[in-house]
């Protein structure tokens, strides 16, 4: 993932959480979940810096939106074992995997909004303002 749609798309999830007054943190990854961006919006807790992380690395390792995760593992309870495959995993809403073309090239994870909605709707202002989706068609 370029550097530049990285920063790109940080900022718009940012923009869309700060239009909200939601004070966040917005982490982008790469496909192996190596750190493009990370930031931390103004009065933003220090918590919502590494849950942004966790959701972006979590959203790209597993391929799959992190609410959707979340939801999958309350019906399939012997999915709940993919917490615990990483420190680096969080299965809490607000972490979607970049795609370009029909590629997963990385993740977004958005932090301290309240309501993981929330978190997962500037996620997806920040896709949007690359052109990616949320998933593999």
Do not use: F, W
């Not at 909200?20 to 919502?48: I, M, Q």
């Not at 972490?95 to 909605?117: C, D, S």
């Amino acid at each position: 993932m370029p550097l530049t749609l990285a920063q790109q798309a940080a900022n718009a999830a940012l923009v869309k959480c700060e239009e909200g007054g939601y004070r966040v943190s917005v982490t982008v990854v790469d496909r192996g979940g190596n750190v493009k961006v990370l930031l931390r919006g103004d009065g933003a807790g220090p918590h919502t810096q590494e849950s942004s992380a966790k959701k972006a690395y979590t959203a790209s390792s597993i391929r799959r939106s992190t609410q959707e995760l979340a939801e999958l593992i309350t019906t399939v309870p012997h999915l709940q074992a993919l917490r615990d495959m990483s420190e680096q995993i969080l299965i809490l809403g607000g972490g979607l995997p970049v795609v370009l073309g029909n590629e997963v090239v990385g993740g977004i994870g958005v932090g301290g909004a309240p309501g993981t909605h929330l978190d997962e709707g500037c996620a997806l202002a920040g896709l949007t303002s690359i052109g990616a989706q949320p998933d593999i068609e």
